[in-house]
């Protein structure tokens, strides 16, 4: 949901933004190329390969000055990216699926390595079998990775939320994935606002400026940079002695995180008139709600259109957007469930042999609770399945019948398949 | 993060994540070696196949003849198994 701010006029009112259709990817495209990118390397993969498309051709047709790297593959896209972000460069790449599969092993490194690089994850199910079309089980697969994850809701926070991906990157020196539901979001069309470029150049302060740390052996503060002048190894050994303590840097850089998330959405907010709940959660009707829905991506406007309906035939029901995944809001999501008697766990994604992976979060944020909501965790959407509102309806129902029962039987719970 | 600090030094005295805050020279890689190569000078053509196929950069060559240097030979073995003229055998490191 986006909310246009009624308080106070943006910095750039809605006039002053072109109104442009375009779908998801496009979108993504457009911001990047407003962020003053120095380098994009990417493989195309679907649903993704419109960003790399519409990107390519602003490179062609000489509207940006980014150094393109057509790579061979996803593990080669993140890894030039890794190499330019260490060169002090802002990078970016974007990918789906078994792209983002095959990255895997370069997504920690850009994380331990602090290296603010921004990725577009167009969500997509994962193989086998072969399947383009939207999934979470992508995004989970990098979930322990150290970066940031934003998910959007529709095709104008992903491009606002692109935008932002690159300042929270640099501000907390990591790395920042912003999801959006393949075809659901990267193949549909829809009317945005686009800030002018100036306005996103002012936003992001420039170029990137790379953060200082220092080095003992150069006896000063130098950039965090591959710089012949201040040389520096990027990605030595650093066996028992001091992994650890490096991982601790992570660690304490998460916590961080959150915090620069709020900050740069609100600050982008002002700017722009859009904001999305607080910028990690989007909560809608939860205040007296007896039964709240918890859900990811492009789901969240099908289940707040439900809950409106379901509002309006006297049923107490909420549910909340949860925006921001790593860092996972725990202490803000027990605020908003605790009152409620059951909070259904929406995931388009399954870890086998346990739970969908937010509902292991949800549970987490509710444990210390004394009084406990009943949870329930609905699987749904898999390769791509439709959600459409009779189907969250009926999850509402079984949810409210469970809320007047006191107990739950079944606690995971598949949404949309056959029997 | 101010000057020199002494070690071991806890996670709040290390560079930004993963920038080492000694020269990697430092971080001596050959301890964990269970053969070591002997090069016997006699036989040895200087032929510098070793000095090309080792993967650690640990055989020395001083323009005379070559040496290994212990501090970083893995004794992986390579060099004894490229030595054209058998020059380089590989024996047990001692287990105490
Ligand atoms: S044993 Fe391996 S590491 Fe050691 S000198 Fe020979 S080739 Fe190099
Ligand atoms: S490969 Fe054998 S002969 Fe050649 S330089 Fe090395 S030890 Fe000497």
Request: charged share 25%.
């Amino acid at each position: 949901m986006i909310f246009f701010s009624k308080k106070s006029k943006p910095k750039i009112p809605l006039e002053k933004q072109k109104l442009m259709t375009v779908n998801g990817d496009e979108a993504v495209a457009y911001a990047v190329k407003q962020c003053y990118v120095d380098v994009v390397a990417a493989y195309p993969i679907t649903p993704q390969t419109i960003i790399v498309e519409k990107y390519s051709e602003f490179v062609a047709d000489g509207e940006v000055h980014t150094e393109f790297i057509p790579v061979e593959s996803e593990h080669s896209a993140m890894s030039a990216c890794v190499g330019a972000a260490a060169a002090g460069a802002r990078a970016f790449t974007a990918t789906a699926a078994n792209g983002l599969a095959l990255m895997w092993e370069i997504l920690y490194i850009a994380a331990s390595l602090r290296l603010p690089i921004v990725l577009a994850v167009v969500n997509r199910a994962l193989s086998a079998p072969i399947n383009i079309h939207c999934d979470h089980s992508d995004a989970m697969g990098m979930r322990d990775s150290g970066w940031i994850q934003i998910f959007a809701e529709n095709v104008q926070e992903a491009y606002d939320t692109t935008i932002q991906a690159f300042k929270i990157a640099e501000k907390a020196l990591l790395p920042v994935a912003v999801n959006l539901d393949g075809f659901f979001l990267s193949h549909t069309l829809e009317n945005i606002y686009m800030l002018p470029d100036d306005a996103v150049y002012e936003f992001l302060g420039g170029p990137r400026k790379v953060a200082k740390t220092y080095v003992d052996y150069l006896g000063k503060e130098v950039e965090a940079k591959l710089d012949p002048a201040n040389p520096l190894s990027f990605g030595p050994l650093d066996l028992y002695d001091y992994y650890f303590e490096h991982k601790m840097h992570q660690v304490e850089a998460m916590k961080e995180a959150k915090k620069i998330v709020k900050e740069v959405h609100d600050e982008y907010a002002e700017l722009s008139g859009r904001s999305y709940g607080d910028g990690i959660l989007v909560p809608y009707e939860v205040e007296d709600a007896d039964v709240i829905v918890t859900v990811l991506g492009s789901t969240g406007g099908t289940v707040r259109w439900v809950v409106k309906k379901l509002r309006q035939k006297g049923y107490k029901v909420g549910t909340v957007r949860i925006r921001l995944f790593r860092p996972f809001p725990f202490e803000e999501l027990r605020e908003i469930l605790k009152g409620a008697k059951v909070v259904g766990v929406m995931d388009r994604a399954i870890s086998f042999g346990s739970f969908g992976p937010s509902f292991l979060e949800v549970n987490t944020a509710l444990y210390d609770l004394k009084e406990k909501p009943l949870l329930v965790n609905y699987v749904y959407g898999l390769g791509g399945r439709d959600v459409p509102p009779d189907l969250v309806e009926k999850m509402f129902m079984e949810l409210l019948e469970d809320a007047k029962k006191g107990v739950v039987e079944n606690k995971l719970r598949f949404l949309g398949v056959r029997e | 993060m101010s000057g020199s600090k002494p070690e071991p030094r806890g996670w709040r005295d290390l560079p930004l994540s993963a920038l080492p805050y000694k020269l990697s020279l430092e971080y001596k890689t050959g301890d964990w070696r269970a053969l070591r190569p002997v090069i016997d000078q006699s036989k040895c053509v200087k032929c510098l196949m070793c000095w090309l196929f080792c993967p650690e950069m640990a055989i020395l060559w001083d323009g005379k003849q070559v040496s290994v240097n212990l501090d970083y030979c893995k004794g992986c073995g390579i060099c004894a198994h490229e030595c054209p003229v058998k020059a380089i055998k590989m024996i047990p490191e001692p287990t105490e």
